[in-house]
């Protein structure tokens, strides 16, 4: 399996423990869709994937209703993306991606985390780039051939493709999120979930205390509200 395959793999094992958090910023997700480009599915590609999404992750219907119902409130948040980086214990790079109506409040909040579980929060590009943005889609392709699908795809920019029994799976850089998604809806092929992803291009092993010290700061961040993805440079146990 490729790099990216395996290391996704390894973060939604992780994130199955961790529900209502994943639930409450897929919502944040599709509020700041709703207010991007409307309410309407059908004329909102980013919304249609993202409930899409909800139901890979199993979030309840009434969820994903209310989500789209506070974003055409007029009251409702202005959300906005933000993205923080800085070292954590050990010198593991960490990234996050944030949705927030007061930077303020989030910065003082990431800043915070960093500075107790022993670590630094850096400029923007400081970590950037030691990871790889990629977006990842799964989606159902019934009765074709996948190594001719395979072909297609990878003029599309698709630089890892794996077929499983639920769907299939494709990489790519996410400069060509638009270009699959479009082609995919244009074949007609069911789209389960699509997402972006940021895969770091290096790990680095931790022993059983330096582990602990980062997984603590990753788990001050991901308690935060504003907090959507915590990405970082440890390896995954299952990398050792």
Not at 5 to 12: G, I, L, M, P
Not at 107 to 128: D, E, H, P, Q, W
Not at 152 to 167: A, P, R, T, W
Not at 186 to 204: C, L, M
């Amino acid at each position: 399996m490729g790099r990216a395959f395996e290391y996704r793999k390894a973060r939604k094992m992780k994130r199955w423990g961790h529900m209502a958090r994943v639930f409450t910023k897929i919502g944040k997700e599709i509020e700041m869709a709703v207010k991007a480009g409307g309410s309407d599915p059908s004329a909102n590609t980013r919304l249609r994937i993202l409930i899409q999404n909800a139901k890979a992750e199993n979030m309840p219907k009434e969820n994903v209703e209310r989500a789209i119902k506070r974003a055409t409130d007029k009251d409702a948040a202005d959300y906005k993306e933000v993205i923080y980086e800085g070292y954590g214990p050990n010198g593991i790079a960490v990234l996050v991606e944030t949705a927030t109506d007061n930077t303020n409040r989030t910065v003082a909040n990431i800043r915070m985390y960093f500075n107790k579980c022993g670590g630094t929060l850096g400029n923007s590009g400081s970590v950037g780039f030691m990871f790889e943005h990629k977006c990842v889609f799964k989606f159902k392709a019934e009765g074709v051939d996948p190594e001719e699908l395979e072909l297609e795809m990878i003029d599309l920019g698709v630089d890892e493709f794996y077929v499983e029994e639920d769907g299939i799976n494709v990489y790519a850089p996410y400069e060509s999120f638009g270009a699959i998604q479009k082609w995919l809806d244009d074949q007609g092929y069911e789209i389960v979930s699509g997402e972006s992803v940021r895969i770091p291009t290096d790990t680095k092993e931790l022993d059983a205390a330096g582990r602990e010290a980062v997984e603590k700061l990753v788990e001050k961040l991901e308690e935060d509200d504003d907090v959507v993805n915590v990405y970082h440079t440890m390896a995954e146990a299952d990398e050792e």
